[in-house]
């Protein structure tokens, strides 16, 4: 099962990480201002590299001796990036030589074991500074010069970072076990539900938010199918953080739903639909896996004959980007369907890594195509030569076209449809890539 590397990039406030980070991620994703301590909560960005995928979180800058409470919190938080990440790129102020900070968050990244890449920001020429040779002491090895205004350098320091991923991008794990991530906000139910269907209490349960700050593996058995479910913190409102440990529960709740195969949306029946919820789905839908709404709690609300079919209605009009999601209706303090959700797991699996053939595909798209005509844009129309599928897990199909940009979203969208009406896709997203011939 792939997993992407992930990569935290950590220093003292004013380096210029937010900077590094944007030029990266290829936008402007952090706030940049040149004032200490701005970039309080860490982000986070699918990148690439050589056709190596990872995430890169960028952090608060760490004042490792610090009393103040936001620059502790910032400490706590980059702690935690540290512990979750494969790879370190630690940056430093290259117009001074290293301070008495760095040389602690050196101490603190010496102690983690991780593989550490020392930057030197704020470099804008070749020529080595008088005190390059200093930050050799910090033990981390040689510095790598760059700047990321000029994105000077930018090339070199991903080179280095790409060849420190784990040479197991690919996870050894036994291919026969499902991974489910129970994602969603705090005190929806998600340890009840892993101790109900382990049946006894390997996860502590408390309806104070917030109980778990880890993610937890549990594997099990059942019915000769072997499983792991990972039960993650939850995630809340900007708003209602207050803690510093509660704060960097999404960096580990996408860590864990980057290596599950299919994601368990928990939704409190009692609470109804929050844009919270919408959140936790959207991490879940943009790394492409398979999915269940599992509304929990379904035994603590007022029934009458329409209830279930009203619920269900207010979330395909509350998540219409996961309209591919099947909906499970489930108590974790009954009970409740629990064992029928893990046979839906099963089933929204088998279906993210079903393969189609290339000449079955392409009827469908011939098919498709002659049902409804292709768009065009100024006297030009748009030609789909052929398709093929890519991968799976998600599926992913590649459409050869004449212009991509005549490959309107809403078409792609209809050839989607028709695939759907074709294959049992039920539970899983379909990724589409428009390349026009000769594009690699």
Same mark, same amino acid.
């Given at each position: 099962?792939?997993?992407?590397?992930?990569?935290?990039?950590?220093?003292?406030?004013?380096?210029?990480?937010?900077?590094?980070?944007?030029?990266?991620?290829?936008?402007?994703?952090?706030?940049?201002?040149? @004032?200490?301590?701005?970039?309080?909560?860490?982000?986070?960005?699918?990148?690439?590299?050589?056709?190596?995928?990872?995430?890169?979180?960028? @952090?608060?800058?760490?004042?490792?001796?610090?009393?103040?409470?936001?620059?502790?919190?910032?400490?706590?938080?980059?702690?935690?990036?540290?512990?979750? !990440?494969?790879?370190?790129?630690?940056?430093?102020?290259?117009?001074?030589?290293?301070?008495?900070?760095?040389?602690?968050?050196?101490?603190?990244?010496?102690?983690?074991?991780?593989?550490?890449?020392?930057?030197?920001?704020?470099?804008?020429?070749?020529?080595?500074?008088?005190?390059?040779?200093?930050?050799?002491?910090?033990?981390?090895?040689?510095?790598?010069?760059?700047?990321?205004?000029?994105?000077?350098?930018?090339?070199?320091?991903?080179?280095?970072?790409? !060849?420190?991923?784990?040479?197991?991008?690919?996870?050894?794990?036994?291919?026969?076990?499902?991974?489910?991530?129970?994602?969603?906000?705090?005190?929806?139910?998600?340890?009840?539900?892993?101790?109900?269907?382990?049946?006894?209490?390997?996860?502590?349960?408390?309806?104070?938010?917030?109980?778990?700050?880890?993610?937890?593996?549990?594997?099990?058995?059942?019915?000769?199918?072997?499983?792991?479910?990972?039960? @993650?913190?939850?995630?809340?409102?900007?708003?209602?953080?207050?803690?510093?440990?509660?704060?960097?529960?999404?960096?580990?709740?996408?860590?864990?739903?980057?290596?599950?195969?299919?994601?368990?949306?928990?939704?409190?029946?009692?609470?109804?639909?929050?844009?919270?919820?919408?959140?936790?789905?959207?991490? !879940?839908?943009?790394?492409?896996?398979?999915?269940?709404?599992?509304?929990?709690?379904?035994?603590?609300?007022?029934?009458?004959?329409?209830?279930?079919?009203?619920?269900?209605?207010?979330?395909?009009?509350?998540?219409?980007?996961?309209?591919?999601?099947?909906? !499970?209706?489930?108590?974790?303090?009954?009970?409740?369907?629990?064992?029928?959700?893990?046979?839906?797991?099963?089933?929204?699996?088998?279906?993210?890594?079903?393969?189609?053939?290339?000449?079955?595909?392409?009827?469908?798209?011939?098919?498709?195509?002659?049902?409804?005509?292709?768009?065009?844009?100024?006297?030009?129309?748009?030609?789909?030569?052929?398709?093929?599928?890519?991968?799976?897990?998600?599926?992913?199909?590649?459409?050869?076209?004449?212009?991509?940009?005549?490959?309107?979203?809403?078409?792609?969208?209809?050839?989607?449809?028709?695939?759907?009406?074709?294959?049992?896709?039920?539970?899983?997203?379909?990724?589409?890539?428009?390349?026009?011939?000769?594009?690699?």
């Amino acid at each position: 099962m792939f997993r992407k590397p992930i990569v935290a990039v950590v220093g003292r406030p004013n380096v210029g990480k937010s900077t590094f980070f944007n030029r990266i991620a290829g936008a402007r994703i952090s706030i940049v201002e040149d @004032t200490p301590g701005v970039t309080r909560d860490r982000v986070y960005a699918d990148c690439e590299w050589l056709r190596h995928k990872f995430v890169m979180i960028d @952090t608060g800058g760490i004042e490792p001796s610090s009393n103040d409470i936001i620059l502790s919190q910032m400490r706590d938080q980059a702690q935690i990036a540290i512990d979750t !990440a494969d790879v370190i790129v630690f940056v430093c102020d290259g117009k001074h030589t290293y301070t008495t900070a760095d040389d602690e968050i050196a101490h603190m990244l010496r102690v983690s074991k991780k593989p550490v890449v020392l930057v030197l920001n704020k470099i804008d020429q070749y020529k080595k500074p008088d005190h390059f040779y200093d930050y050799y002491t910090l033990g981390l090895g040689e510095p790598v010069m760059i700047s990321s205004v000029n994105a000077m350098g930018l090339g070199d320091l991903l080179d280095e970072i790409v !060849a420190l991923f784990p040479s197991n991008e690919v996870l050894e794990e036994d291919e026969d076990t499902i991974k489910i991530a129970l994602i969603g906000k705090p005190n929806v139910g998600k340890s009840s539900m892993v101790n109900k269907i382990i049946g006894e209490n390997r996860v502590i349960v408390s309806p104070i938010a917030g109980t778990t700050r880890d993610a937890i593996d549990t594997p099990f058995t059942y019915q000769d199918q072997k499983f792991v479910l990972i039960d @993650t913190a939850g995630i809340r409102r900007k708003s209602k953080v207050n803690e510093s440990i509660e704060k960097y529960s999404v960096l580990r709740t996408i860590a864990a739903i980057e290596r599950s195969d299919v994601c368990f949306i928990l939704i409190d029946a009692s609470e109804g639909i929050t844009e919270q919820d919408k959140k936790v789905a959207g991490y !879940a839908h943009e790394s492409g896996k398979a999915s269940i709404f599992v509304v929990n709690k379904w035994d603590a609300i007022e029934k009458d004959n329409h209830t279930f079919n009203e619920f269900k209605k207010r979330i395909r009009e509350d998540f219409p980007f996961m309209a591919y999601a099947p909906v !499970a209706f489930v108590s974790a303090l009954t009970g409740q369907r629990l064992m029928q959700l893990l046979e839906q797991a099963v089933y929204v699996n088998n279906n993210h890594a079903l393969r189609i053939s290339t000449g079955v595909l392409n009827d469908i798209i011939n098919e498709a195509i002659a049902l409804n005509q292709v768009p065009s844009d100024k006297g030009k129309r748009l030609k789909i030569y052929y398709a093929t599928q890519a991968s799976v897990k998600p599926p992913t199909f590649v459409l050869f076209v004449n212009e991509k940009e005549l490959a309107h979203f809403s078409y792609v969208r209809y050839l989607e449809n028709q695939i759907r009406k074709n294959f049992n896709y039920e539970g899983t997203p379909i990724v589409f890539k428009v390349k026009a011939r000769g594009d690699e």
